[in-house]
């Protein structure tokens, strides 16, 4: 796969992230039906970051290749840029939904509980690992890094 043009690259990464966050919006909507109702709002809240670190860490494991970034400087920066496209999607969709400041930065605040500083770490770190994994599964079973 030939290495995409700079805008491409940005492009494929915004691409990635939309991706994701479709994923983790049904990964929470299933949280709210399934879940929540046995374990309580707050303790399926903990349990989906550790579920949406694997659905993130998958899709970015997926497509990191068709991302074309190979630079763990590029790979960084997209996961950050991923991490504050989040941060703007996850308050802007709770405020929407009526959801207190109170209630969101708990999620948060590892003290109490919050988890999602967890999850937010294994997104910024999902291009880079992911990026490392294909590596190895190529060195692995002999194919060309694409």
Excluded: C
């Amino acid at each position: 796969m030939p290495i995409p043009s700079n805008g491409r690259m940005w492009a494929r990464a915004v691409a990635v992230w939309a991706v994701i966050a479709v994923t983790e919006s049904v990964h929470g909507t299933l949280r709210q039906l399934f879940l929540a109702p046995l374990l309580g709002d707050f303790r399926a809240r903990q349990v989906s970051v550790f579920t949406g670190s694997v659905l993130i860490t998958l899709i970015a494991f997926l497509l990191i290749r068709w991302i074309g970034a190979t630079r763990t400087r590029t790979l960084l920066a997209i996961g950050l840029l991923w991490l504050v496209l989040t941060l703007i999607f996850e308050v802007s969709l709770g405020r929407l939904l009526g959801i207190d400041w109170r209630r969101i930065l708990a999620d948060y605040d590892l003290r109490h509980g919050g988890l999602m500083l967890i999850g937010m770490v294994v997104l910024l770190l999902a291009p880079l690992a992911a990026a490392r994994l294909k590596e190895r599964q190529s060195t692995r079973t002999g194919d060309r890094p694409q």
